[in-house]
């Protein structure tokens, strides 16, 4: 069986999976990380929304195979060790609007919000509500205007 090496949450990790599974099940069921959820398997509610190198990325899209060993793969559960504290400020936000409903859709949409943030300050510029508009993650309990609210205050202390 082939072996996948990469860097998950800081560590080095190996999973001994055949080349086409999913990075989604390979994160859930091989190493035990269950914050990226399991949605629709196609790439279109985003539950699963996690970073690769910085970037929002959806592992239920994505084959195994395809990940290099220098990539690294950040989940919700390593989301507060890119910054000092023990929540990143964008779980803070999340916490002080009382944004989760069911909650099931959270981790990814915290870290779809993370990597936007990031890229609107790479530009130069504040958020905007035409950025918000382009984050496309599901929330079954439509929960938006408190995500949007959360988005504003936790990329205020990015």
């Not at 919700?76 to 859709?105: F, R, S």
């Not at 943030?117 to 504040?126: D, L, P, S, T, Y």
Request: aromatic letters at 4%.
């Amino acid at each position: 069986m082939p072996t996948h090496t990469f860097v998950l949450n800081g560590k080095q990790v190996t999973a001994d999976v055949e080349d086409d599974v999913r990075l989604l099940w390979v994160l859930r069921d091989v190493l035990g990380v269950t914050g990226p959820k399991y949605g629709c398997g196609i790439n279109v509610c985003k539950a699963c929304t996690s970073h690769i190198n910085g970037k929002a990325f959806n592992p239920c899209s994505v084959r195994v195979a395809d990940v290099e060993p220098t990539d690294e793969i950040t989940t919700i559960e390593g989301l507060a060790d890119t910054v000092e504290g023990d929540l990143h400020p964008m779980q803070e936000a999340w916490l002080e609007q009382d944004v989760a409903q069911c909650g099931y859709c959270q981790p990814g949409q915290i870290m779809a919000a993370v990597a936007k943030v990031k890229q609107v300050k790479a530009q130069g510029r504040e958020i905007t509500d035409a950025d918000l508009d382009t984050i496309r993650n599901v929330c079954r309990c439509g929960t938006y205007v408190r995500i949007r609210e959360a988005i504003k205050a936790g990329a205020a202390r990015m």
